[in-house]
């Protein structure tokens, strides 16, 4: 795809090569010990403990209601913003612990980006909603380096060919895959390290899915991908560790092959064959 | 005793009609085992309003034409010879002299043979009469009740019927909501045009004094220059403004955003208690406590502040406002989706950010569309304008000197003896006017905002 080469601003190793390499064999970006959550006096996460490998994507799946969305959102703390909620135990990010009172949240949320299961572009114009991170977070010096910012932005999320003549145009005209691709590009257009996905192609047509996946695959070589996903073949496409979730519980985490080909677990094989979910 | 005679006739037959609809959908389903079309409630229904609606024309045009026809009919009881020695105002009283005695309430003075007999005559004719409306009213009903009853049939579409119906009362109901507003506009217009037959309208509209001659019988009428009230009006609701706007929607947002649980669910109806309070109360505030308080706070800092000037008045109706806008607000807020937010806060920006860059601009066209609400409202206020105003209508430019303003001066030149014939009280439907397209003109806008803002973010 020519969109998506020819800048490397935000890239952030550049040692990088595009052949995979064995999961084994990367450094672990995330590391979550005994994390549990609590909404009033429901618990929805019961100790969950899970490595996430630097510059992979991971994969989270499970039934409806099982937790993943919310274990999403305990990585970037988004879980602060809801009354009632209760996080416990330790997640790290390059061992440093994220829940540790003098930390940031804001900067944090900066570092680890997200992308919503609904797209919800700002009813703000194109240009805008992808420069918005930037402009909060003063990345741009210039009015020309905002125009890099953004259009490099755009380029890898795979929109740049559609509306570069319509940047001026609110956002929320966009159909429902191009605000969706609108929003990867304002997620990542404030650089960061890690970037957390919730069902990003559940609104999504084949096509639009298609370019999204594509995308998730370039963008794995830069960053770090969480992605939360209801299509087991999406998780065997784009994903290398792959996750389980049931009913609150981690029960099976491992290399995406091995947990589609050969899971240990009996609950993980049925959800995976279709027979509970 | 009439009309609950006629209110039971309406009564036993509309029972009659629900029942006859009601047995023959009824017996209909069970009879021909075929599909019928409608439930028996709405054959009910339908045969129901063909009863009633026949019975009810008879009775209106009794209610019309009734009058003039008993009118004729007392002027035939009354001798040729009397009849032509009486001008208009001497028949109008003798007819309610033969009204009276027909009614049996008795009158003043001593009773012509004639009037007694007219009386007795009445009286007779009005029962018949009445018994002849009641039967014809019946006779209709029930005739087009049988016709309804033979209609209904399996494939007979009482439900849509019946739908129809029911679209036309609707109709009829937002007709009236309509027709009262023309009505009310027209009479404003009708009685304003007769105000500009006395005052050229350039005088009243660019006029700068404002003085009134209430006393005066013909020759001289007096200045009604419309500015000072304007300039009173514009003043006290900008005021107003100032006060409510940024303190109703900063304790919107706060409330909305900010404020813990426990604090929201006794903040809010405390505010609200706020929009109860009755204007006069917030009069009696103003004179009593916020004027002399901006009196002595002006004079501690060397200003001449009034005690009844347009900046006491203005500050309290801003606090009066201020529920209006930050319950609406509040609510506007709340309506923006979540997902908004979240997306501000996953690209790290802080709650303040949050607010103004995606929050406020989201909720825009709601917020303005309050913030014109209230403005309409502070325009119109009046109690709290009589009170902490001072009530003097001259053109000045001191905001901490007294106005008047437009309501006020309305209730000044309403209020006592009058008699619409000149222009000290028929100034009042001019002003009326002028405040009705103020309101009007605000409403608009406010509108064309909050489309262009919709389309914009939609
Ligand atoms: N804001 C909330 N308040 C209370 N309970 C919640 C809240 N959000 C989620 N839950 C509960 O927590 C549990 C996990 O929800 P979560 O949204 O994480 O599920 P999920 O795995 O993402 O499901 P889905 O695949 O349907 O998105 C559910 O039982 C849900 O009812
Ligand atoms: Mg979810």
Avoid at chain 1, 12 to 21: G, H, K
Avoid at chain 1, 133 to 143: D, F
Avoid at chain 2, 203 to 225: E, I, L, M, S
Wanted: aromatic share 8%; hydrophobic share 45%; with cysteine.
């Amino acid at each position: 795809m020519d969109t998506l080469t020819g800048n490397t601003r935000v890239t952030q190793s550049p040692d990088v090569t595009s052949t995979p390499v064995e999961l084994s064999k990367r450094t672990t970006r995330l590391t979550a010990r005994d994390v549990t959550v609590h909404y009033g006096s429901k618990q929805a996460l019961h100790g969950i403990s899970i490595d996430i490998p630097d510059r992979a994507v991971t994969s989270f799946i499970g039934p409806s209601g099982c937790g993943k969305s919310t274990f999403l959102r305990c990585i970037n703390r988004m879980n602060d913003t809801i009354e009632g909620a209760k996080v416990g135990g330790t997640i790290k990010l390059d061992g440093e612990d994220i829940y540790d009172p003098s930390l940031d949240v804001v900067e944090l949320r900066a570092r680890i980006g997200m992308v919503f299961q609904k797209p919800n572009p700002f009813p703000k114009s194109i240009y805008d909603n992808v420069a918005y991170g930037p402009r909060i977070h003063g990345l741009a010096r210039s009015r020309a380096e905002m125009d890099e910012i953004v259009h490099s932005s755009l380029r890898k999320a795979g929109l740049w060919q559609e509306v570069k003549d319509r940047l001026a145009e609110p956002g929320t005209g966009l159909s429902g895959g191009q605000q969706q691709r609108l929003c990867i590009a304002r997620a990542i257009a404030v650089s960061p390290e890690v970037i957390l996905m919730d069902e990003p192609c559940s609104a999504l047509d084949p096509i639009a899915t298609a370019i999204i996946e594509e995308l998730i695959d370039e963008l794995r070589e830069n960053y770090t991908i969480v992605i939360v996903t209801h299509s087991m073949q999406q998780a065997a496409r784009v994903s290398q560790k792959t996750a389980f979730f049931h009913l609150g519980n981690l029960v099976e985490e491992g290399n995406t092959s091995d947990i589609f080909t050969n899971p240990r677990n009996k609950q993980t094989q049925d959800y995976i064959t279709g027979r509970i979910g | 005793m009439n009309s609950l005679i006629i209110a039971a006739l309406l009564l036993v037959l509309l029972g009659l009609a629900y029942q006859t609809g009601w047995a023959r959908g009824g017996a209909l389903a069970t009879a021909t085992g075929t599909k019928v079309h409608s439930r028996p409630q709405y054959h009910a229904s339908y045969v129901a309003v063909w009863t009633l609606v026949p019975a009810l024309i008879v009775l209106l045009l009794w209610a019309v034409f009734g009058g003039g026809i008993t009118l004729n009919f007392i002027r035939e009881q009354i001798p040729a010879d009397v009849l032509a020695g009486l001008d208009a105002n001497g028949l109008n009283a003798l007819v309610a002299r033969i009204h009276a005695l027909a009614s049996g309430y008795g009158v003043v003075g001593e009773i012509q043979p004639y009037e007694a007999a007219a009386g007795n005559a009445l009286r007779s004719f009005q029962f018949i009469t009445f018994l002849g409306v009641v039967a014809a009213a019946a006779v209709a009903g029930l005739g087009a009740m049988l016709y309804a009853r033979s209609r209904i049939t399996a494939r007979h579409r009482a439900r849509n019927a019946v739908e129809r119906v029911i679209g036309f009362v609707l109709f009829a109901c937002s007709a009236i909501a309509i027709l009262t507003t023309a009505g009310i506009v027209a009479s404003l217009l009708t009685e304003a045009i007769k105000f500009f037959t006395f005052i050229n309208p350039l005088d009243f509209f660019f006029g700068t004094v404002w003085a009134p001659n209430n006393a005066a019988t013909g020759g001289d009428y007096g200045k009604y220059g419309l500015l000072p009230l304007l300039m009173g009006t514009l003043m006290i609701t900008v005021i107003a403004m100032c006060v409510a706007v940024p303190v109703g929607l900063m304790a919107a947002i706060y409330l909305s955003q900010y404020a813990p649980r426990q604090l929201r669910a006794v903040a809010k109806p405390i505010i609200e208690i706020l929009a109860g309070i009755p204007t006069i109360v917030f009069g009696f505030f103003a004179l009593v406590t916020v004027g002399p308080f901006l009196r002595d706070i002006g004079a501690a800092v060397g200003l001449n502040i009034n005690a009844t000037s347009a900046l006491t008045a203005g500050v309290v109706m801003g606090i009066m406002i201020i529920p209006f806008v930050s319950s609406l607000s509040d609510d506007i807020l709340n309506q923006v989706p979540r997902t908004l937010r979240d997306g501000a806060y996953g690209l790290g920006a802080t709650q303040s950010e949050t607010i103004r860059s995606v929050l406020l601009p989201a909720a825009l066209p709601g917020i303005v569309g309050a913030f014109l609400l209230a403005v309409s409202r502070a325009v119109g206020e009046t109690m709290i304008v009589v009170l902490a105003a001072g009530n003097s209508p001259v053109l000045r430019g001191s905001i901490f000197e007294p106005v008047a303003t437009i309501t006020v001066s309305i209730v000044n030149q309403l209020t006592g003896d009058t008699d619409f014939a000149g222009p000290q009280s028929l100034v009042g439907f001019a002003l009326g006017l002028t405040l009705f397209v103020i309101t009007l003109g605000l409403n608009i806008f406010a509108l064309y905002i909050v489309r262009r803002f919709r389309e914009q973010y939609e």
